[in-house]
């Protein structure tokens, strides 16, 4: 329709970036009629489109890749993956934040062996360990000064996302339920004591950080992103993931890693995403953590 509206000495810009995710089709007709393919991708596929002796024709094709968002070893990940290396890298984590997670790189990857779920007749997935997990990094960085606007959690699966947001209600409950102890023990002890030491002031953790899926995350950005994988292997023998192949589509990949400005945590299981080239990928590159377990303390 927009193109109809081009006059004939008019010109139609069609902005975007197609390595990323399009809009959802439900229709399987749809889909077999190829409209899962986007206008911009079938226009990329186009001879006129391409590169010619190495370079873009400028009066067809304008290409941003300048990149001054996010680390360069996070952005330098999908831009070998997708872009041909044609991006220019250029943002820079702050040390201060891997020295809060204890990591050399802005990519972190936390082996955790937890067990994927389909409750009841749900399609959808969980894995209960893993909502844990990305609870606890969440208040360890509260706790290190990061805000809650500064911070994403990123789920592949609808259930899983609702598993964690649970996780996190509890949790934040808890930690207002020891502020009010803590406050009537230092109230008791100055009024025994005669004392007035002021406590300090910590974080408030009970505003809630963006919890969503790779979907609903798509045009956003924050300093931080944890993803939640979710899945495990289906059986006794198998690594291989399998279903609707959520975890092993490109696009959304590329969405959830490029999310983030200065570090990504990777919550998943080694095995079963080492059967996905990108996961495989990310996981050369990135600090592991083997054998992470939740947080005792809680």
């Given at each position: 329709?927009?193109?109809?509206?081009?006059?004939?000495?008019?010109?139609?810009?069609?902005?975007?970036?197609?390595?990323?995710?399009?809009?959802?089709?439900?229709?399987?007709?749809?889909?077999?009629?190829?409209?899962?393919?986007?206008?911009?991708?079938?226009?990329?596929?186009?001879?006129?489109?391409?590169?010619?002796?190495?370079?873009?024709?400028?009066?067809?094709?304008?290409?941003?890749?300048?990149?001054?968002?996010c680390d360069e070893r996070i952005l330098g990940l999908c831009d070998r993956l997708f872009y041909k290396g044609e991006l220019n890298c250029l943002g820079k984590t702050p040390p201060a934040i891997l020295q809060m997670v204890g990591a050399t790189k802005p990519l972190v990857f936390m082996q955790v062996n937890g067990q994927e779920m389909m409750p009841g007749r749900s399609r959808s997935r969980q894995n209960d360990l893993e909502a844990e997990i990305c609870i606890d990094k969440l208040f360890m960085l509260y706790k290190k000064g990061i805000k809650p606007d500064q911070i994403g959690i990123i789920a592949f699966?609808?259930?899983?996302?609702?598993?964690?947001?649970?996780?996190?209600?509890?949790?934040?409950?808890?930690?207002?339920?020891?502020?009010?102890?803590?406050?009537?023990?230092?109230?008791?002890?100055?009024?025994?004591?005669?004392?007035?030491?002021?406590?300090?002031?910590?974080?408030?953790?009970?505003?809630?950080?963006?919890?969503?899926?790779?979907?609903?995350?798509?045009?956003?950005?924050?300093?931080?992103?944890?993803?939640?994988?979710?899945?495990?292997?289906?059986?006794?023998?198998?690594?291989?993931?399998?279903?609707?192949?959520?975890?092993?589509?490109?696009?959304?990949?590329?969405?959830?890693?490029?999310?983030?400005?200065?570090?990504?945590?990777?919550?998943?299981?080694?095995?079963?995403?080492?059967?996905?080239?990108?996961?495989?990928?990310?996981?050369?590159?990135?600090?592991?953590?083997?054998?992470?377990?939740?947080?005792?303390?809680?």
């Open positions: 329709l927009p193109c109809s509206r081009v006059k004939d000495d008019g010109c139609f810009v069609l902005a975007g970036d197609p390595k990323q995710l399009g809009p959802v089709l439900h229709s399987r007709e749809a889909c077999e009629l190829g409209l899962g393919e986007s206008l911009l991708e079938r226009l990329f596929s186009q001879h006129i489109y391409g590169k010619h002796q190495g370079k873009y024709d400028e009066r067809y094709i304008t290409k941003l890749i300048d990149a001054y968002r699966y609808g259930l899983q996302k609702a598993l964690i947001i649970e996780k996190f209600k509890q949790r934040s409950e808890k930690a207002k339920q020891r502020s009010y102890l803590l406050q009537k023990t230092v109230k008791l002890k100055q009024k025994i004591f005669g004392r007035s030491n002021r406590m300090q002031s910590k974080p408030d953790q009970s505003e809630m950080c963006k919890i969503d899926t790779v979907d609903a995350f798509q045009g956003n950005e924050r300093e931080v992103i944890i993803i939640s994988t979710t899945r495990t292997p289906s059986g006794s023998d198998s690594n291989t993931i399998r279903g609707p192949g959520f975890l092993t589509d490109a696009k959304r990949f590329n969405v959830a890693i490029s999310r983030a400005k200065w570090l990504v945590l990777v919550v998943g299981h080694q095995a079963v995403l080492n059967s996905c080239r990108y996961w495989r990928k990310f996981q050369q590159e990135a600090h592991v953590m083997h054998n992470v377990q939740r947080e005792r303390n809680y």
